[in-house]
Structure formats: C-alpha cells, structure tokens
C-alpha cells in the first residue's frame, strides 16, 4: 500500500477492524519512510457485472456510480443509509439472471428503492432518469406517486 504523502509502498499496519457490518475491513497503517499515519478500506471486488447501456454499449458494472446517484438523489439520507440501499441492490444485481444487466433495469431499482425510503429523492431522481422536460410530465409523476399512496 502507498503511502498517500511521501508514495513510499511499504507500511505497518497498527489496526484493524471491520466495517459495514463486516463487508469492509478497515486498516491503520503507519508508513515505514515518513511515519505518518493513514486509513485504507478493504472491500471484496469479486463483483463481475457487465452494465448495458441504451447506446448499446457495454461497461463494468462500478459501485461507486450508484453510490453517486443515491447520493444526488437522496442527500438528506445519511451516508450508512444510502449505502444499505446500495447494498440492496447489489444483492439483487448478484442474483439476475444474466452477467449483463441493463442500465434500465438498474435505474428502475432505484427508483423503487428511493419510493420506499424518499420520496422526494424519489420525484428528484425520476425526473432525471425519465429526462423531464416539461412540467406536465413532472406533475404527472408527482400525481402517479400520490394516487400510490394515498
């Protein structure tokens, strides 16, 4: 590991425990050159998903774009909680059928997932992910979400 100020790549590690509920081990380290101490995660990136694109295009599957989406989205959410829904979806992205799984069918997921939880990241992300132009179109998806749940 890297020293993130001096770049010198050896380092004692001081402490470690888990993190996540245990889905990410956490790391104190001390570099051997400088002596200044750092933090690292560990987390398992066994995860092989291909996403599909509306273009066509196909890329690796990262954590981290949806983990920015939930953030835009639902940043009155604390951190934790948007990482449960993250995890969440995961799980269900683990379990398709296929290795390859459509930018469509993800964004659907977190719009479900942000219905439960948020609804105004809800309404936010909807009108992103639907591209909304108009207002008639916006009132139509805030109307659709109180007939749900009224």
Do not use: Q
């Not at 990410?24 to 996403?51: D, H, P, W």
Request: proline share 2%.
């Amino acid at each position: 590991m890297k020293c993130p100020y001096c770049a010198f790549d050896e380092s004692n590690v001081l402490e470690s425990r888990d993190a996540e509920d245990g889905k990410v081990t956490r790391r104190r380290r001390e570099c051997i050159k400088c002596s200044k101490r750092f933090t690292t995660y560990e987390r398992v990136g066994n995860i092989e998903l291909k996403v599909l694109k509306k273009d066509g295009r196909v890329e690796d599957y990262e954590r981290e774009k949806l983990e920015r989406c939930f953030e835009k989205a639902a940043w009155r959410l604390t951190n934790d909680e948007r990482s449960k829904l993250v995890d969440t979806i995961e799980m269900k992205l683990l379990n398709w059928n296929s290795v390859e799984i459509p930018s469509k069918e993800i964004g659907k997921m977190v719009m479900e997932r942000l219905k439960e939880v948020d609804p105004v990241a809800y309404i936010r992300f909807a009108t992103v992910y639907m591209d909304i132009t108009k207002i008639e179109e916006f009132e139509k998806i805030v109307k659709s979400f109180k007939a749900e749940h009224t």
